[in-house]
């Protein structure tokens, strides 16, 4: 082989190299190409060892011919590697393209049971004057429901709760959250400040304002020289929390054998502001809860001296208190479990 014609073919593997590296498609084609020209028993490489052939004096030409070729070609390789990676990505970016714009996929968010909220409201508005949640037993025993409550067996207040009794003799369902008041005195030493809520039962006909399980929210204050008067504001500061700060509350008088004196505690009608509708009977105002002066007895059963301690107790019905705040006019809605009337909260 002389010079002239190891030039032309290497020029023509130039040619042939450059068109090769244009035609390669994706990476993997291009690194055949690659191999094929420059690779160590590539067409470069097998070129160049004919030199050995050629006088002395042309072979630093012909190596010179076939450095400039190696790196054209090699030039030639980066640039269209450079193309395929940029093209690859480009491919695979519009094929995993998201549309940040389409709407997302609701979540279904759940929601409290509206006594849930009203219990923790009540509760948030007591914790602010120091009254820490106690709960007491569902089934209780007659002594605590009645009669340490001084509600003897047969006594006629028995006639205010119409009792569920269970197979157990002595065993009843609560008929209302005041047996945690015992509880209470029987665990804690004074200052008690005590809010006892829970789920409570009666016989009843249930009807729009009646159930026959229902939710109580329970009281207890017991310290020396607890007065009336305590009673007073924090019922008003309990009432202006839940239902407006400055509506007028007024005690009158009641009965439970378990406080004396006993208080009904009314408020303002929230739906008429006083002034009379069916919803407050006409009567401008609604009772809210009962309430009294701990019964000396009272405090004898739960062990706690009455000649040294004083408190004041009282009771509300948790559905009640929701009704007022949500304007629901029947307490069934509360136990029937509809989506439609819970998803409102
Ligand atoms: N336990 C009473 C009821 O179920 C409510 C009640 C009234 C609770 C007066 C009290 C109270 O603590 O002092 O009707």
Redesign the pocket.
């Given at each position: 082989m002389d010079l002239e014609t190891i030039s032309a073919r290497l020029s023509a593997l130039q040619e042939a190299g450059l068109a090769a590296i244009a035609g390669a498609t994706d990476p993997e084609g291009l690194e055949t190409v690659q191999v094929a020209y420059l690779g160590r028993k590539g067409e470069l490489k097998t070129l160049l060892g004919g030199i050995g052939a050629l006088p002395a004096e042309d072979r630093p030409h012909v190596g010179a011919i076939g450095n400039r070729v190696r790196e054209a070609l090699e030039a030639a390789l980066d640039a269209r590697r450079l193309e395929l990676d940029a093209a690859a990505l480009d491919a695979r970016l519009a094929r995993e393209a998201v549309d940040v714009t389409l709407p997302g996929r609701p979540f279904r968010r759940g929601s409290l049971h509206p006594l849930i909220e009203t219990n923790r409201e009540i509760a948030r508005v007591f914790g602010q004057f120091g009254f820490v949640v106690y709960e007491g037993p569902e089934v209780e025993t007659d002594v605590r429901n009645f009669q340490a409550l001084n509600i003897p067996p047969d006594h006629p207040a028995r006639d205010?709760?119409d009792t569920l009794y269970t197979d157990m003799p002595g065993y009843l369902l609560r008929?209302?959250?005041?047996p945690g008041?015992i509880h209470v005195m029987q665990q804690a030493a004074p200052p008690i400040r005590a809010l006892l809520p829970g789920r409570?039962f009666r016989y009843e006909a249930v009807d729009a304002s009646h159930g026959f399980e229902f939710f109580?929210v329970?009281?207890?204050m017991v310290d020396e020289g607890t007065t009336m008067a305590d009673l007073r504001g924090l019922l008003d500061a309990f009432a202006h929390a839940m239902f407006g700060g400055g509506r007028p509350t007024r005690f009158r008088p009641?009965y439970?054998p378990?406080?004396e004196p006993?208080v009904a505690f009314d408020v303002q009608c929230v739906i008429c502001d006083g002034a009379g509708c069916p919803s407050c009977k006409r009567t401008g105002w609604m009772t809210i809860?009962?309430?009294?002066m701990?019964h000396p007895v009272v405090l004898r059963n739960g062990g706690l001296d009455p000649e040294r301690y004083q408190g004041?107790?009282?009771?509300?019905g948790t559905d009640r208190i929701a009704i007022l705040r949500y304007g629901i006019d029947d307490i069934r809605m509360f136990i029937e479990n509809d989506l439609r009337f819970l998803e409102q909260f």
């Open positions: 205010l709760w008929t209302h959250t005041s008041q409570c109580q329970e009281g207890l009641g439970y378990f406080t006993s809860l009962g309430a009294g701990v004041f107790a009282f009771g509300m």
